[in-house]
């Protein structure tokens, strides 16, 4: 019971895992697989009724198929979205499909039980259901903790179903080796070898299988990719549109930066929050170092902090050589001291001031990323800041989600800083919005400017400066929500907003 158990409640956390990975939105994910299984579990639990009478051989059995399904549900679901690009359709299929075996292991293992201890039903049922709760919290404890890190998404589905298939069959019949014929324990053992043999071979042949699969999601080459305990990173390398090399970085298929025009979008996002004191500067995210490229280019700086959450990241930009080309290996300057940490949980405990803060988070689309766009996260930025401190944080796209950019800036404003809102053009991404702001909420707005000692730029100049704070009569503000904690409004509209594109 306690290895069912365990299993059982890793494959729910790799389904809600690959369904965050792939596209995002780990509430609904989370939700979707959770309440189909439990479903799918009750109606397992009474499908298994009939077979209460041939118990052994019909758990064995079921064990059998639990291990190949759930082994091979990350494959298969993989496979369907990079293929066939059908997601939600399949994960309910096979979510059901591994609830409707999990509901009907729990009848068939209290009738073993009460062979084995002869002891009343209510025992039996606290005793099985304390040792389920256990092999509960052992499954839970160890997906992200040893079989992510140790074997990645796939490889780590197929391990537990091949600890799913042995537990299942050979144990049970070792128990009830006396009262299982000979021909049924053949029967079901050759089956055990059977699944474990497609285990093993999809194991072996995991990398090829996930290479390819990973392709089809993108169409220039794949140059680098892996999965880590917070996203799935890949980096591609092609010619661009210009005629030059076009690096790219996606992160859970979400485009970073493409290196032909990603100036434009560093420029605008650091120089305008750097035109005043920037002796001292913070950059939350970017850890891809190319922000942090365009600070450094300022010797007056003396200190930069770089907190971001994936040291994965962090150790592509001081090692990748396409990346290392693009940043200026800008994580190597002494003055730079790089932390791997959620950016909220860090502020609580930062003691240090900065004269400037550069905010580049990924766009709000997942609940981890919405609560970096908080009122409290704001809030929590105030204690690192002077009050003559600028900040800028990157707001999306005025044009493809303006409800969104416009959150972003009613949030920082509910905070209590003076905003100035901006937006250029990068064609990867098309008109993208920053918002600039400063501690206070009474007072003059801040000025975007350059400032007189700027270094020499390719995008930026005073003239872009000034056209950038003008927005066209279909996308200036609107009367939208503040997000915070608990109303993550800006999750809401950028789920709404860019569900289209």
């Known amino acids: 019971m306690f290895i069912c158990a365990a299993c059982g409640l890793v494959y729910e956390l790799a389904l809600t895992a690959l369904g965050s990975y792939l596209i995002g939105n780990s509430v609904m994910q989370t939700s979707v697989v959770i309440s189909v299984m439990v479903f799918a579990m009750g109606i397992g639990s009474l499908a298994a009724k009939p077979l209460q009478r041939r118990a052994v051989g019909a758990f064995a059995l079921v064990e059998t198929l639990l291990a190949l399904v759930g082994g091979l549900s990350v494959l298969v679901l993989y496979v369907s979205f990079a293929w066939l690009r059908v997601y939600m359709p399949s994960m309910v299929v096979v979510t059901f499909a591994i609830g409707l075996l ?29 040792v389920d709760y256990v092999g509960a919290l052992v499954g839970g404890l160890c997906f992200p903790l040893l079989l992510l890190p140790s074997f990645g998404q796939l490889r780590g589905a197929l391990v537990v ?39 093993g071979t999809v194991y072996v ?12 999601l993108y169409r220039d080459p794949i140059v680098h990719a892996e999965t880590t305990p917070y996203q799935d990173v890949v980096v591609t390398r092609s010619t661009g549109f210009t005629g030059e090399p076009d690096t790219r970085l996606f992160l859970n298929g979400d485009l970073q930066f493409s290196s032909v025009d990603e100036y434009r979008y560093h420029e605008a996002l650091v120089h305008p929050a750097l035109s005043g004191k920037r002796t001292s500067v913070l950059i939350l995210g970017g850890g891809d170092a190319l922000a942090l490229r365009e600070v450094l280019r300022y010797d007056d700086v003396e ?49 240090q001031r900065y004269d400037a803060v550069v905010i580049d988070f990924p766009d709000p689309d997942t609940a981890a990323l919405a609560k970096l ?14 009050p003559e401190s600028q900040v800028v944080v990157q707001g999306g796209s005025p044009f493809f989600a303006p409800k969104t950019y416009w959150s972003i800036a009613t949030t920082i404003g509910r905070a209590g800083y003076r905003t100035t809102a901006y937006q250029v053009d990068v064609p990867s991404f098309g008109n993208w919005g920053y918002i600039l702001a400063t501690p206070g ?4 707005r801040p000025p975007l400017r350059l400032a007189e000692n700027t270094p020499p730029l390719r995008f930026l100049d005073d003239a872009v400066i000034g056209a950038a704070t003008v927005f066209p009569l279909d996308r200036r503000p609107q009367n939208v929500r503040a997000s915070t904690l608990m109303d993550p409004a800006v999750l809401e509209y950028t789920r709404h907003e860019w569900q289209n594109y």
């Open 441 to 444: 909420a009474d007072g003059p």
């Open 373 to 386: 766009y908080s009122v409290e996260f704001y809030h929590l930025l105030g204690r690192v800041l002077t």
């Open 161 to 199: 179903g091949a600890v799913n298939a042995v537990a299942g069959v050979v144990v049970v019949l070792w128990i009830f080796r006396r009262e299982t014929r000979r021909i049924v324990r053949i029967t079901l053992l050759a089956s055990m070898a059977a699944v474990l043999a497609v285990l």
């Open 102 to 130: 999990i509901g009907a292991e729990i009848p068939l293992l209290m009738t073993l039980l009460q062979r084995i201890r002869r002891q009343e039903a209510g025992s039996a049922v606290a005793d099985m259901f304390a």
């Open 205 to 216: 042949l995991a990398d090829d299988i996930e290479v390819t699969a990973r392709q089809q």
């Open 303 to 351: 200190g930069v902090t770089l907190v971001d959450l994936d040291p994965a990241v962090t150790r592509l930009a001081r090692t990748f050589a396409p990346l290392l080309e693009l940043n200026g290996q800008a994580l190597s300057d002494p003055r730079v001291t790089v932390v791997n940490a959620d950016a909220f949980t860090w502020l609580r405990d930062a003691r």
